[in-house]
């Protein structure tokens, strides 16, 4: 076995055994929120384009830091599921079908939604916070900013992808999704961007978290905790 490969298989291999043991016994039935999600976003991609549903979806589930916090914490749920207009809507459901995909194998479903509705969540609430620092903070943004509209999925892409790769010990991916979203802050310097940087801020906290709680556990036992998938 070549040295890449070696690398390979430590990076990825436990997460890949645990994807395709998952689908090889369950196929299809091991993602059926994964599959929901995607018709949804298909569906919210459909209706927005048509004259009769763009104000139908911008009112259930398009949020701007301009809106009142009550009314963006309401849309924020459905907000993971309403693809950006100026982007393909293919590149929405294939990140969605992966990243959820294999998160609801490895994480369950519930899991799934907490961590992709924590990381979208932050995005929105950092908006606020950073349009009320103003551009002349290295983390504020512009007042103009406070009328585009939220990320919708790949905040939730993001956290779940770097939330999945620390889970599986695929440190280095983790580390190479946080640097292409460094990257892509420093080229397109853009509130999109900013929010994915909050999503993995979020989810940073969520992983630390967990790996408090599971030592704490493994310490009052006397053994050491198992690492959960």
Request: charged share 15%.
């Given at each position: ?162 939330f999945v790769c ?11 999704v946080a640097v ?50």
């Amino acid at each position: 076995m070549s040295a890449l490969a070696r690398r390979a298989r430590a990076e990825w291999g436990e997460l890949f055994s645990t994807v395709r043991g998952a689908l090889a016994a369950r196929r299809w039935r091991a993602v059926p929120m994964t599959l929901a999600a995607v018709c949804l976003t298909a569906l919210f991609q459909y209706v927005q384009n048509q004259p009769w549903g763009y104000r139908f979806v911008q009112n259930i589930g398009c949020v701007r830091a301009e809106d009142p916090l009550p009314l963006a914490l309401l849309r924020t749920p459905l907000s993971l599921f309403v693809p950006a207009l100026d982007l393909p809507v293919w590149g929405a459901l294939v990140q969605i079908l992966l990243v959820f995909g294999i998160a609801e194998i490895c994480l369950g479903q519930w899991r799934t939604l907490l961590i992709a509705y924590v990381a979208t969540l932050a995005g929105t609430l950092y908006a606020r916070v950073a349009i009320e620092l103003g551009p002349d903070n290295p983390i504020g943004l512009p007042a103009s900013d406070a009328q585009v509209v939220d990320t919708g999925p790949s905040a939730a892409v993001v956290g779940l992808a770097v939330f999945v790769c620390l889970r599986y010990r695929a440190y280095f991916t983790a580390a190479l999704v946080a640097v292409l979203m460094v990257v892509e802050v420093l080229f397109k310097d853009n509130l999109a961007g900013k929010e994915h940087l909050a999503a993995i801020a979020a989810v940073l906290v969520l992983c630390a978290l967990s790996a408090l709680r599971h030592r704490g556990g493994g310490a009052r036992s006397g053994v050491k905790p198992p690492i959960q998938s």
